[in-house]
C-alpha cells in the first residue's frame, strides 16, 4: 500500500473513533420548507433557505415558463470564462441591480462566496500588507488568506480591543492593512459590531471587507444586510454577499467602488480562471433578488421566530448564542450532537450537528437554521427534545 494510503486509512480510522467521521448524504426532493431525507420528509432546518424562496414552487415554476416559452434561449451552461464569451448580459443586468440596490458605485459577479473570499483578498494584498480577521470567520475567507501574500492574522471573535491592540501595534508597518469579519457569524449566528468596524478602520486608514453571506437577504429594509440595518452601507469598502442562502440560487457577489471592480476584473484569479455562472442561473438570482426587496414581512417573522426558539432554548437550561436566523445549541462532547440528531429526526427535524474541527473543540451544536415559510407551531417542540437527551 502506498504511504499516503496507509496513511489515509488511519487518519479516517480516528475520525471514526471520534464520532467525526463525515459522509455524504443522498437528500430527495425539497417540497415548501420539507425534505425528503433517507426515505422521509423533514422539516428542514439545516438549510439555508433563511426567506423559503428555494422551496417556493410557485416561483421556480414561474421562472421556469418565463425562460422556456421565450426566445432568446436562456442557456444552460455559459461555457466559458467570463473574460471570453462567458460574460452573458444578465452579468450587467444583476450587477447594476445589485449596484442600485446598495446604492454603490459597482458590483461584481462570482461563482459562489468561495470564489469571492478565495480570490478578492489575494488580488488585492501584496506582500507588503497585513489583513486581520475575526477568529471565527469561514473557512473560505481563511483560506483566502492563505493564499494571500499579506501577512495574515486573526484577533479574537469579537473582540475588538484585541482588534485595535494589533492596529496600533501595526501602525506604519505595512502599505495596506485589510479587516475582514463576517456580518453574521454563520456558526454562532451573532453579529460584528459594524459601527466598531467602520471607527476602526477610518481611524487607521483600513479597507473593511464584510462577508454578508448569512446577513444579506434576512438584514436591512431592503434585504441588503446587516450593512443596511445599521446604516453603513457606504461606509464599507467591500461588502460580500451571496446567492446560495437567503438568495435561493448560487454565486456571490461584492459591492465596492469601480476602481476596486476594475482591479479585480483584471487580477482576480477565480474570476478570470473559471467558466462563468449558467446564464439560467443569473436570471434567476435576478429575479430573486427583485423579489426579496418586498419580503420585510418575512424577515421580521424570521428574526421573531429565532427570538422566541432562543427564549424557550434559555428557560429550559440549554446553551445557546447569537442574534439573528442562525440558531446554535451548542452540546458539546460529538457523543451528545450525534444523539441529539437522531432524536430530531426521529420527531421529524433535520438539524444536522456541527463538529469540530467546523467549531472549536468541546462546542459540538445542533445547527438551527431559521427559515420564514414556517411557524412557532412548527419548531416549538424542539427545546423539550434537546433538553431530553441534554
Ligand atoms: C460566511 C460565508 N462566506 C462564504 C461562504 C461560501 O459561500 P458559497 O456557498 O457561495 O461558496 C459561506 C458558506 O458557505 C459562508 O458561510
Known amino acids: 500500500m502506498l504511504p499516503v494510503f496507509e496513511s489515509m486509512e488511519k487518519e ?34 439545516s438549510s439555508n433557505d433563511y426567506l423559503g424562496i428555494g422551496g417556493d414552487r410557485i416561483m421556480t415554476l414561474e421562472y421556469l415558463e418565463e425562460i422556456s416559452g421565450n426566445e432568446p434561449h436562456v442557456a ?7 473574460l471570453l464569451t462567458g460574460n452573458h448580459r444578465f452579468y450587467g443586468l444583476l450587477e447594476s441591480m445589485l449596484a442600485a440596490l446598495y446604492g454603490r458605485e459597482a458590483a461584481l459577479v462570482f461563482n459562489s462566496g468561495y470564489h469571492a473570499n478565495t480570490g478578492i483578498l489575494p488580488a488585492l494584498s501584496t506582500r507588503q500588507d ?24 486573526r484577533y479574537r471573535h469579537l473582540d475588538y480591543d484585541h482588534l485595535e491592540a494589533l492596529l496600533e501595534e501595526n501602525r506604519g508597518k505595512h502599505r495596506q492593512v485589510f479587516i475582514v469579519t463576517e456580518s453574521v457569524f454563520s ?7 459594524l459601527k466598531k468596524l467602520v471607527e476602526l478602520k477610518d481611524r487607521y486608514r483600513a479597507m473593511l471587507i464584510v462577508d454578508e453571506a448569512h446577513g444579506a437577504g ?19 469598502d467591500i461588502i460580500i454577499g451571496t446567492f446560495g442562502k437567503a438568495f435561493a440560487s448560487t454565486g456571490a457577489y461584492a459591492v465596492t467602488d469601480r476602481l ?27 429575479k430573486v433578488l427583485e423579489q426579496q426587496r418586498t419580503m420585510s414581512d418575512e424577515r421580521r417573522h424570521l428574526h421573531s421566530l429565532a427570538g422566541m426558539l432562543r427564549e424557550a432554548l434559555q428557560e429550559k437550561g440549554m446553551r445557546t ?15 451528545n450532537v450525534v444523539r441529539a440528531d437522531a432524536a430530531l429526526r426521529n420527531a421529524g427535524f433535520l438539524a444536522l450537528p456541527v463538529r469540530p ?15 420564514a415559510d414556517i411557524g412557532w407551531e412548527d419548531i416549538a417542540p424542539i427545546p423539550g427534545i434537546l433538553h431530553a437527551i441534554h
Open 12 to 45: 479516517l480510522e480516528a475520525l471514526q473513533k471520534n464520532r467525526r467521521f463525515r459522509r455524504l448524504f443522498d437528500i430527495g426532493d425539497r417540497k415548501g420548507c420539507r425534505i425528503e431525507f433517507e426515505g422521509r420528509s423533514l422539516l428542514n432546518l
Open 218 to 236: 434576512t438584514f436591512g429594509r431592503s434585504g441588503q444586510g446587516v450593512c443596511e440595518a445599521t446604516g453603513l452601507t457606504k461606509d464599507i
Open 130 to 153: 497585513l489583513v486581520l480577521s475575526d477568529k471565527l470567520n469561514h473557512a473560505s475567507i481563511i483560506d483566502g488568506g492563505r493564499i494571500a501574500e499579506a501577512a495574515f492574522k
Open 321 to 335: 448564542a447569537g442574534a439573528s436566523q442562525i440558531v446554535p445549541v451548542i452540546m458539546g462532547t460529538n457523543e
Open 357 to 371: 474541527p467546523t467549531v472549536p473543540e468541546n462546542t459540538a451544536r445542533i445547527r438551527l437554521s431559521l427559515r
Open 187 to 193: 456558526m454562532d449566528g451573532d453579529l460584528a459590531d
Open 76 to 82: 444552460l451552461t455559459s461555457s466559458s470564462s467570463r
Open 260 to 286: 476596486v471592480r476594475d482591479y479585480l476584473v483584471n487580477t482576480m484569479r477565480t474570476l478570470i480562471f473559471t467558466t462563468a455562472l449558467p446564464p439560467v442561473i443569473l436570471g434567476w438570482s435576478k
